[in-house]
C-alpha cells in the first residue's frame, strides 16, 4: 500500500521566510501525490496534485523520485498559510490507498 | 462546495448513547469516505463505500457502523458512544478509486463525547 510520512507535526517560520514542509512516501511504482489544506475551522481543499505541475497560492511541490519526498514549498511564507496541510496519496482502490499522512501544521509569525 | 454536506455540524453526546453523523453528495460520486482527525493522529480512516451497498473497514472501525442504501448518502453511526470517540468527523466522496482530482470534504462535524 501506499504510504506517506510526514515528519513535522509542527512548524514555524516568520513571515517573509521561506517554508517547507515535508511529505516522503514509501512504495514503490509511480506515485501519485496530492496535497491537501485545512484552514482553521475549515473543511479540507485541495491544494495541489503534482500530476498538474501548478503553482497555488504560491506554493509548488516536486516528486522527488530518488529521494522519494514530495516536499512543499513557498518562497515567502504569509500570515494567511497558517493552516494545516497533509500529504496523501491519489485514492486508488488497490491496496485501499486512502491513507493521509499525519499533518504538519503551519504557523507563520508576523 | 455545497455538494457534499455533513450534519449536525456539532455535537454533544453522553457515553453509551447511540449517535448517527449524516453526510450526504449531491455529485453522484460512487465513493465515500468517513475520517476522523484528532491531534497528534492526522486523519484516519474509519470506513469507506465503493458504491451503494457496498463498505469496507478503514483503520479505525472499531465501534462504529456504516451503511449506504443510496449513492447520495453514507451516514456513520457510534453504536454506543465514548469518551475516546470525541473527534471531528469528516465525510469525503471521490468520483471513483481512481481520481486525479482526489477527495471532496464536507465541513465536518465536532462530536463531543461526555
Known amino acids: 500500500a501506499q504510504r506517506v510520512t510526514q515528519p513535522e507535526k509542527l512548524l514555524s517560520v516568520f513571515k517573509g521566510a521561506p517554508v517547507e514542509l515535508k511529505c516522503n512516501y514509501s512504495?514503490?511504482?509511480?506515485?501519485?501525490l496530492f496535497w491537501y489544506v485545512q484552514y482553521s475551522r475549515q473543511r479540507l481543499q485541495l491544494l495541489l496534485r503534482?500530476?498538474s505541475r501548478e503553482s497555488i497560492k504560491g506554493f509548488t511541490a516536486d516528486l522527488n523520485k530518488g529521494e522519494t519526498s514530495f516536499h512543499l514549498k513557498k518562497p515567502f511564507a504569509q500570515e494567511e498559510d497558517s493552516a494545516m496541510y497533509y500529504c496523501?496519496?491519489?485514492?486508488?482502490?488497490?491496496?485501499?490507498?486512502?491513507?493521509f499522512g499525519t499533518g504538519t501544521s503551519l504557523t507563520v509569525i508576523p | 462546495d455545497a455538494g457534499i454536506t455533513q450534519s449536525p455540524r456539532y455535537k454533544i453526546t453522553e457515553t453509551g448513547r447511540q449517535v448517527t453523523l449524516m453526510c450526504h453528495q449531491t455529485?453522484?460520486?460512487?465513493?465515500m469516505f468517513w475520517y476522523r482527525q484528532d491531534l497528534g493522529h492526522g486523519l484516519r480512516l474509519i470506513y469507506y463505500?465503493?458504491?451503494?451497498?457496498?463498505?469496507d473497514k478503514g483503520e479505525v472501525p472499531d465501534g462504529y457502523v456504516v451503511s449506504r442504501s443510496k449513492t447520495e448518502n453514507f451516514p456513520l453511526t457510534l453504536e454506543s458512544a465514548t469518551r475516546s470517540q470525541t473527534s471531528v468527523y469528516f465525510c469525503a466522496s471521490s468520483e471513483s478509486g481512481q481520481s486525479s482530482y482526489g477527495y471532496t470534504f464536507g465541513s465536518g462535524t465536532r462530536l463531543t463525547v461526555v
Open positions: 503534482h500530476i
Open positions: 455529485w453522484s460520486h460512487s465513493y
Open positions: 496523501a496519496p491519489y485514492p486508488t482502490n488497490t491496496g485501499n490507498q486512502f491513507y
Open positions: 463505500s465503493a458504491a451503494a451497498d457496498i463498505t
Open positions: 512504495y514503490s511504482g509511480s506515485p501519485e
